[in-house]
């Protein structure tokens, strides 16, 4: 059993300490979104790139960077701004498809039910990230979403995770940014926070390990004891 409310007794107990800001990536950390971006790109790429077989690892490398990233690696010489439009007009069709990860939700409820500020920072569209949340009731968790269309510089640039900070009046000092990527982890230490990478595909957990997390997690629900610990949640706080 997940036992939320038993971790709840012992926390009160163990922490003393002001609650830190908690912003999560969305792709592959809150949403298994990994099936439904596979079918989008895969979709596209069959029709730009018609012999071409793509293996498990080059799909693991569809999570994380952009589309712009993604359709420049593979079609240099396409029209990439058609690529993104024949993309997201799949993808967002899809998004009722998607589903939270084991224990996201009951880990999100713990944490309102608990005084924490909630948020996400995506380098997918604010409306994309939306509609993959509705579909999962999931919407009126975050205090506060930031899209790409809100940034000017994408993961492993700090902006999103500083821009969230700074909305919500918090700071570098007390912030944890949860992601699955090497890239997410790369942007919590540009921004000076706390990182947790949540290991959901193992073909990703070497790069997100050598990107050196502050914590790593392989379920939701670990970010409860993670949460336990009693110090300044900020980069290389040791």
Known sequence: ??????????????????????????DGTLLDTKPVIDRSYLTVFAKYLPDKVFTDTEKAGFMGPTLEDVFRLYTPEADIDQEIAEYRELNQALQSEVKAFDHVKETLDWLKENGYQLAIASSKLEKTVRLGLKANDMEDYFDFIIGL?????????????????????????????????????????????????????????????????????????????????????????M
């Open 149 to 237: 269309e809100d940034i000017e510089k994408v993961k492993p640039d700090k902006e999103c995770i500083v821009r969230t900070y700074r909305a919500l009046k918090r700071g570098l000092d007390n912030t944890v940014y949860v992601g699955d990527c090497d890239t997410d982890v790369l942007a919590a230490r540009n921004a000076g926070v706390y990182s947790v990478a949540y290991v959901t595909n193992p073909l990703k957990e070497d790069g997100v390990r050598a990107a050196e997390p502050d914590d790593l997690i392989y379920d939701m629900a670990d970010l409860v004891e993670i949460l336990k610990e009693d110090h300044p949640w900020t980069y290389n706080m």
């Open 1 to 26: 059993a997940f036992g939320l409310a038993g971790l709840l007794g012992v926390f009160r107990k163990f922490y003393t300490g002001r609650k830190p800001l908690i912003i999560f990536d969305l």
